[in-house]
């Protein structure tokens, strides 16, 4: 009389664990078609975070081209940039560390591998980063590929003028209010 009710709970044991398998494998095969449409829709962001960027670019190259035909007409009357001086140690104390003259990273945005890229630009120091068009800083990232080209250079060129003229605490504030150097 044991046998039949040891085996009772064993085959209802093995049926159920047959029907949760079937039942898992038919969930999975939904998972497969969402994740698909996840990744069509990732592309699909990705494509429009492209274009995105490109119209932002057009629309910052066309305010640097009225700000230097602006400029241009300033620098006609006489007018030139000094060489400013740095001061590392305001520097330090305002972002409590050290800073390099012409650290690209002091940019919010602007790590190891980006400014190693604008190195390879020809794009040196804080002054040289200011004076790039944003179209350029871009066209830069875009060519390294597609991890870089989604960055935001828009406001890079602000902030490495702020450092180049020594503007410590008005590039802290504004950095701390920038999401990964986007406004």
């Excluded at 492209?50 to 119209?55: D, Q, R, T, Y």
């Excluded at 919010?108 to 179209?135: F, M, N, Q, R, V």
């Excluded at 871009?138 to 490495?160: F, K, M, V």
Aim: one cysteine or more.
């Amino acid at each position: 009389m044991n046998i039949p009710c040891i085996l009772i709970p064993a085959l209802v044991g093995l049926i159920c664990g047959i029907l949760g398998y079937l039942i898992g494998k038919m969930a999975s095969k939904g998972n497969e078609s969402d994740l698909l449409s996840l990744q069509a829709d990732l592309d699909a962001c990705r494509a429009n975070t492209k274009n995105l960027n490109a119209k932002i670019t057009s629309l910052e190259a066309d305010l640097a081209a009225k700000l230097n035909s602006s400029a241009s007409a300033q620098s006609f009357v006489g007018k030139t940039s000094p060489e400013i001086a740095f001061d590392a140690t305001l520097a330090a104390t305002v972002f409590g560390k050290k800073i390099k003259k012409d650290d690209l990273k002091i940019v919010e945005g602007i790590g190891p591998k980006i400014e190693e890229l604008y190195h390879k630009a020809g794009i040196k120091t804080w002054l040289d980063l200011s004076e790039t068009p944003t179209s350029k800083s871009q066209a830069i990232l875009d060519e390294a590929g597609e991890n870089y080209a989604i960055h935001n250079p828009g406001t890079w060129a602000r902030q490495a003028k702020l450092a180049y003229e020594g503007k410590w605490q008005e590039l802290k504030e504004w950095q701390d209010a920038l999401d990964g150097g986007k406004e």
